[in-house]
């Protein structure tokens, strides 16, 4: 039967089934969550390519967008459709959940489900941009967590790795016990060896981004002021040995590095830019994988608790400074900061400070370890508040389906 109570079971942080009703209700609060903007978007409204909208920031990026700037356009991520054992994976109910949203508010979104990375899904996409959407894009959003990647041109799979560079990285890290009960423990993760940097580099920095870039500008679909952004982060000075300054901080590098060539391109070929788009610490289904990260997330909620600006209301900013509503703000490397917040010098003293002091016995005092949990478990629609997790559920919702 594909209709049953469903009950969260899990290892670790990673939960073996989602819940419909539950993920359904996480998007539906999300868009309530986003301010309306202070002029209704008229017209069709901008078209707009998330390349990872069904997670994360990706997922804020498509709802924002569509509430906030009025996009219509192609959302693209990789799920598992519901079997006779398991529910689907939360981003297939959270993509459904978006699709009716977006009906409701009258915008055509077309979401795809493939291999963002292949050519494929590329061509298939220009060609909807050409059939469905006049033939132009307006804006490109990349947001792509992935473990691994095929390069189309050489064959050439890369498996991307968390791991420091030059050296074992040894950390305090966020532990909780079958029963739920928290642990605080020290963990070493080895340093990187071999090709490791190349091949996290090759899946998570800026090469598909650009790629993608080349092929729509190729066919001519880049509208006239087009601009994209990548999703990217820095973080906490107490994560950066195994993020910023690790594998996957070269791989962020590469991205911004990315961003500043293709900026160059864009504003000669169509007047566009491209910039990275840094945003603010967020519990999400990839960042519980990194060591200190849940950790460091719990500390930093403990400080600011309300004032921890979510996913959603970050992304709703992004939109305003990528459409002109505000200005758009830059460093001088030529990131939008969305984590301000977060880096200040008293907040991250704050959260260094209990950071040094956190032991098992002392962490439920220092970091918002109920919020922390019922994050993670709102990422597989458990947890949230005004679903009846007693009463059976529908598995098999349907991938929304567009028409001509």
């Known amino acids: 039967m594909s209709e049953r109570v469903i009950a969260p079971r899990n290892r670790g942080f990673l939960f073996l089934d989602s819940h419909p009703a539950g993920c359904t209700r996480l998007v539906e609060d999300m868009w309530q969550a986003i301010p309306a903007p202070a002029t209704a978007p008229t017209g069709d409204?901008?078209?707009a390519l998330v390349i990872g909208s069904?997670?994360?920031?990706?997922?804020?990026?498509?709802?924002?967008?569509?509430?906030r700037a009025g996009i219509r356009g192609i959302g693209i991520c990789f799920e598992k459709a519901p079997t006779e054992r398991r529910s689907a994976t939360a981003g297939w109910y959270r993509t459904a959940a978006t699709a009716d949203l977006a009906g409701a508010a009258g915008r055509d979104m077309v979401f795809l489900n493939g291999d963002a990375f292949a050519d494929s899904m590329k061509s298939h996409t220009g060609d909807l941009i050409k059939e469905r959407f006049g033939g132009r894009l307006d804006y490109l959003i990349y947001s792509v967590a992935a473990p691994r990647r095929t390069d189309p041109?050489?064959?050439?799979?890369?498996?991307?790795?968390?791991?420091?560079?030059?050296?074992?990285?040894?950390?305090?890290?966020?532990?909780?016990?079958?029963?739920?009960?928290?642990?605080?423990?020290?963990?070493?993760?080895?340093?990187?060896?071999?090709?490791?940097?190349q091949q996290t580099v090759g899946v998570m920095g800026g090469a598909d981004w650009d790629r993608w870039i080349s092929h729509l500008a190729d066919r001519g679909l880049l509208a006239e002021g087009f601009t994209t952004a990548a999703l990217s982060y820095i973080g906490s000075p107490l994560t950066a040995a195994i993020y910023r300054q690790g594998t996957i901080g070269a791989a962020k590098a590469h991205l911004e590095a990315t961003a500043r060539t293709l900026n160059e391109r864009l504003g000669k070929l169509v007047g566009g830019r491209a910039v990275t788009s840094v945003n603010g610490a967020a519990v999400t289904q990839s960042s519980t994988a990194i060591p200190g990260i849940?950790?460091?997330?719990?500390?930093?909620?403990?400080?600011?608790?309300?004032?921890?600006?979510?996913?959603?209301?970050?992304?709703?900013?992004?939109?305003?400074?990528?459409?002109?509503?505000?200005?758009?703000?830059?460093?001088?490397?030529?990131?939008?900061?969305?984590?301000?917040w977060e880096l200040t010098d008293d907040v991250q003293a704050a959260v260094a400070e209990r950071w040094k002091e956190a032991t098992t016995g002392n962490i439920a005092e220092l970091a918002?370890?109920?919020?922390?949990?019922?994050?993670?478990?709102?990422?597989?629609?458990?947890?949230?508040?005004?679903?009846?997790?007693?009463?059976?559920?529908?598995?098999a919702v349907s991938w929304p389906t567009h028409t001509p």
């Open 45 to 47: 409204g901008p078209v």
């Open 54 to 67: 069904s997670a994360g920031y990706g997922l804020a990026a498509t709802v924002a967008g569509l509430k």
């Open 153 to 197: 041109d050489t064959g050439i799979t890369y498996a991307s790795v968390l791991k420091p560079i030059g050296q074992a990285y040894r950390t305090k890290t966020l532990v909780f016990g079958d029963e739920g009960a928290p642990e605080v423990r020290e963990v070493e993760t080895a340093p990187a060896e071999g090709d490791d940097i």
């Open 294 to 340: 849940a950790l460091y997330v719990g500390l930093l909620r403990g400080v600011l608790g309300d004032a921890l600006v979510p996913p959603a209301g970050q992304l709703a900013d992004l939109w305003d400074q990528l459409t002109g509503t505000a200005p758009l703000t830059v460093d001088d490397e030529g990131r939008v900061r969305l984590d301000t």
């Open 368 to 395: 918002a370890l109920d919020w922390f949990q019922a994050e993670v478990r709102r990422l597989y629609g458990f947890d949230v508040p005004g679903i009846d997790y007693a009463r059976s559920a529908e598995t």
